[in-house]
């Protein structure tokens, strides 16, 4: 089955066409020439310019773009009108490496077989298991739980179908979408790109917005759901509330809280994909059930509640309080700004902009102008960003920046925020954030959030919060009255798999054994825990590097394939991580946490809570395509 929808290229004349392209994303239609003609020679060096990776539209001159656009009418103008019965072949292997390696700037070799996945072809799948449960162990009765239908567990869920592996999908909520389910407050969409926030087997090209909102993402969710047919075997309304492994069986049994009450569920395996960032956290500040009016957290809002009119304080700046205040001010009568640290803010001009409909017309049209737009959002991730986080321990770092690199980047936002404040001096000292570049969260900006805290009817308070009272919150020496209070105070990011409680082999708890520091081999097994998968687990969350957790999931959902295969394939009853591969792995990615501008800041929040990164990882998105491709069962023990 493929989820591609159809590219129909048709034939336009010159005048349309040249609007078309108007809109056009130079350096993926640059690749697009190049693949469709086969002639690399139109990818000249001098139109790369340094930095190009990051800069909108590579950071081409006019002319350029002009120049480019000039050979895209040459090449898709179908003289006669005749248009093509086939759609050509994806690019072979020497196409492929020609044209990454130019646009990545440095060999792709390397890379190749990662890049041949992520560039799928229209109705193509390249990420699918190759075998299936009736070819490998036809009697076999292996059957697995999946908990959460967010984008890992749907994932999941595909994947097994795939493979004609018997599953069921638990899930608490009434519907599947996960975070893009419960988070629906004003102003929530994504921050990496729409057309990369996406499975790579099923694209959409007709995205609305450059960044959609929340209800976008969550309807992609729902019709893939239903057109893959794995909405069919949801469990809506339950939840997991406790697995035990069943080591004489070889099983785990779930406890599964329901509308008709607890009852208890076998499974051969579990895969685990509940999310890091949903289980909000509420600040533990004096006082806090003591304020009268109505209070509630972002991941949870209340919209019963008309803010029109009312005064209301926002506890936090992090991504979501960056989307809902600038969404509230104006109809609230007052906002209130309980910041700590402020975001630094990238410069992103088109991060509230439609998509025109020239460009969409050009990703309906244009045979594989859509795959190499995504390469090239895509691409950062694969090396690009991630020297920006490295710490130099001879720059020396400071919590001004890690390394000369960073101090660049720094300099770089820093202007494009001072240029926003030159009529709001006063601004500046609370604006400009006091810890490097990465270590926190890098937020999109248009210009929104700055301009919104200059307005007189909102009010930045850095001074700590006291403590709440019933008519407000007082902070500074200071009272603040209100009418409502929204936490966005973010997640117990650290604290994975709660409030499960999950005993291993032996009886060993998880949580116990994490005791506050949770790891995962790969982000994904855990020593003495068999048959356990997670996605998105400890250390599995890509920095600002281009890439997006949904490919990190396809990362996970393709090696937890492999797992599966292996058992069956090998008759064995359960597969666990050993514990000294689980241990030497862990001390390689805490090492690299610790060389980040995340791990090496004092500055905290869910990057590095307690001094440790439980969620980040520290490498390229490259890397974690390498280790988890493929299952190597020198690294288990299979029983
Ligand atoms: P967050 O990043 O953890 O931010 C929480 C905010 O609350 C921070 O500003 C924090 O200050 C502040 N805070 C916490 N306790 C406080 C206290 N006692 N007093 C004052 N301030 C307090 O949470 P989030 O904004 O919900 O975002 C979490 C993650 O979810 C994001 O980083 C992102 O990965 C994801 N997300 C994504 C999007 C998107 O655009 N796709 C949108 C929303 C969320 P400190 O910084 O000082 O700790």
Redesign the pocket.
């Known amino acids: 089955m493929g989820f591609s929808p159809p590219v129909r290229p048709v034939a336009v004349d010159e005048e349309t066409l040249r609007g078309h392209l108007a809109d056009a994303e130079i350096p993926a239609l640059l690749m697009t020439i190049a693949h469709l003609t086969g002639d690399v020679s139109v990818l000249r060096e001098d139109l790369r310019a340094p930095g190009w990776l990051f800069a909108p539209q590579g950071g081409l001159t006019a002319e350029q773009q002009a120049e480019v656009r000039e050979s895209a009418l040459e090449v898709l103008l179908r003289p006669g009108g005749e248009v093509p019965e086939a759609l050509p072949e994806p690019p072979g292997r020497d196409l492929l490496h020609a044209i990454t390696t130019w646009a990545m700037g440095s060999d792709t070799e390397d890379l190749l077989p990662l890049l041949a996945e992520e560039l799928v072809g229209p109705g193509d799948d390249p990420k699918a298991p190759g075998w299936t449960r009736a070819g490998l162990s036809p009697g076999s009765d292996f059957q697995v739980a999946v908990i959460g239908a967010g984008f890992s567990g749907l994932l999941a869920a595909y994947r097994l179908a795939q493979a004609g592996v018997p599953f069921v999908v638990y899930e608490k909520n009434p519907d599947v979408g996960g975070t893009w389910f419960e ?1 629906t407050y004003p102003g ?5 790109a729409s057309h990369l926030y996406n499975y790579s087997f099923a694209p959409k090209y007709d995205w609305p917005d450059h960044f959609c909102g929340q209800d976008v993402v969550l309807e992609y969710l729902r019709a893939f759901a239903k057109d893959s047919g794995v909405g069919d075997r949801i469990r809506f309304g339950i939840e997991v509330s406790a697995m035990r492994w069943d080591d004489e069986r070889s099983l785990w049994h779930l406890t599964l809280d329901g509308p008709a009450g607890e009852r208890t569920v076998v499974h051969h395996a579990v895969i685990s994909a509940v999310g890091q ?1 949903n289980r909000p956290r509420l ?1 533990d ?1 004096p006082g806090r059930d003591s304020f009268a009016g109505r209070a509630f957290h ?2 949870a809002w209340d919209h019963g509640t008309d803010l029109s009119g009312k005064r209301v304080a926002v ?9 809902i205040i600038p969404e509230i001010a104006g109809t609230a009568s007052e906002v209130v700004v ?4 402020p975001p630094w803010l990238r410069p992103t001009p088109h991060y509230h902009r439609s998509v025109p409909d020239s460009a969409r017309w050009l990703f309906e049209h244009v045979p594989y102008y859509a795959q190499w737009y995504r390469f090239w959002l895509f691409a950062p991730g694969l090396r690009g960003i991630l020297e920006g986080w490295v710490v130099d321990h001879d720059h020396p770092p400071t919590e001004r920046a890690v390394s000369a690199l960073n101090d660049r980047l720094r300099a770089t936002l820093l202007q494009a925020m001072e240029a926003q404040l030159t009529d709001a001096p006063e601004l500046r000292e609370l604006v400009i954030p006091a810890y490097p570049v990465g270590a ?2 890098v937020l999109r900006d248009d210009g929104r959030w700055l301009a919104t805290l200059k307005r007189d009817d909102v009010r930045v308070v850095t001074a ?2 006291e403590r709440m009272t019933p008519s407000g919150l007082r902070a500074g020496g200071e009272e603040f009255d209100v009418d409502v209070i929204v936490y ?4 117990e ?1 650290s604290r994975f798999l709660t409030p499960m409680r999950v005993t291993g082999r032996g009886g060993v708890d998880l949580h116990d054994g994490w005791n506050g520091a949770p790891r995962a081999y790969l982000g994904i097994t855990v020593p003495e825990f068999p048959n356990l998968f997670c996605m998105y687990g400890p250390n599995t969350n890509l920095v600002g590097q281009g890439g997006s957790i949904v490919y990190f999931s396809e990362c996970a959902a393709t090696y937890i394939l492999d797992a599966i295969r292996l058992l069956l394939a090998s008759g064995s009853r359960s597969l666990s991580v050993r514990a000294e591969v689980h241990d030497a792995y862990n001390a390689w990615v805490d090492a690299g946490n610790r060389d980040r501008a995340w791990g090496w800041s004092k500055v ?3 990057y590095n809570e307690g001094g440790r990164s439980a969620t980040n990882w520290p490498y390229t998105a490259g890397d974690y395509w390498r280790l988890t491709h493929a299952v190597d069962p020198t690294e288990y023990e299979l029983q």
């Open positions: 988070n929530c969409r994504t921050d990496v960032l600040p500040i972002s991941a506890i936090g700046t992090g991504a979501s309080a960056y989307q309980l910041q700590r640290n926190k969260r700590p919060i966005a105070t973010g997640f990011a905290g929040g869910w």
